[in-house]
């Protein structure tokens, strides 16, 4: 099968997306810090972090669910170097002594990166120029620094996807399926420790960035990992929106890729399954707008705005995150021969895009398994004791 991906000049990316001025976003209009200062709807937002409150007499909520959760998150918490927010204006200096890597041949650079980063954990890398417009605006008391030192220092950010479990993902919305979610949390914080330590050992700075810094999703999208969603995620050619992102600012001279263009807009345009499986009713089901909703959209980008707050307010309801957008959408499948056929056809026979819409719903996709059936049944999808098989990308 041909593959069906393009890849789109960052000046065809910006006519996509870019419609008129986009300021930096204040991190702290995100929905996980609004709740320490907004009070608006600080009084909607119980603490759903708290996992131990999870009723354990229910299926897919019981204590060995619940350990699993917080086994799976565990990577976070141990005491690496670059879990912290990050200080720009250091670079977080290298250990080694003056020696550099040669840099006269970007592509072998470049080269060396990718495979450094694969071979550390990350199921997908690329790279991308940097943007200033992703930058958080400074933080007063935190580290920070103004995206003119950011251009002057730094030039590149290395972008890394984190593949979750497909069908631990499947179990949704229980502690089990936000395992997948916390795993990749984990990996990632792992991985960019890893790299971060590797390129400054090369001789160059390296700032590891979590949901820290800078957005994530527009910065995968311009380093070609994937496209925009109906969901306001990251749509992935191979593992859909099933993905944890991450990237490593550095100064170390590197060949940005293109972005890609295979069919998701278009898709996502028709198809709405997320938007009617979503239990807040906070994706949209009309047309891509550049208006934010509220404070925790980013205005000025064509896209279709998810409303953080109803999301969010959700989730504590729950007393757990939900992952319904995920879980239900048709780009989220395994990396076979025949989803890659799938995936190929939303592209090039786009007339029948609704069809292959109706299609996942009749074939029985996007509806959550019986978590009873865990603990008996499953095994591990991916690269953690699983059948996964590394991409080319």
Known sequence: MVSALKDISLEEWEKKYIVSLVERFDRKNTMFNRIKWDP????LLEDWSIITNSPK???GHTLESVALRLGSIAGTQLKLPNIQPPDLKSGNKKITGEERIDTSNKEESTRIIKK???????????????DNRWFYTPTPGENNTSP????????YAV???FEMDYDLVSYFNTQISESAVSIGYSRRAVTNAHLATFIRDLGFKAIPCGNDTALSIPMAMQAGLGDLGRNGLLITPEFGPRVRISKIITDLPLLADNPINFGVTEFCTVCKKCAYKCPSRSIITGNRTAEANN????????????????????????????SSCIATCPYNKPYTRFHRTARWLTDHVRWADPFYSKMDDLLGYGKPKNPNSFWEKWQPTNGYGGNFKNTQR
Do not use: H
């Open 40 to 43: 608006e709807i600080i009084n």
């Open 57 to 59: 007499d229910k299926p």
């Open 116 to 130: 450094a980063a694969r071979w550390f954990g990350a199921d997908l890398v690329g790279i991308c120029k940097i």
């Open 148 to 155: 003119q030192e950011i251009l002057q220092e730094y030039q």
């Open 159 to 161: 972008v890394l996807a």
């Open 295 to 322: 404070k925790s959209n980013v205005a000025g980008e064509l896209k279709w705005p998810v409303n953080a707050e109803t999301c969010r307010t959700y989730w504590s309801q729950r007393k757990m995150p939900c």
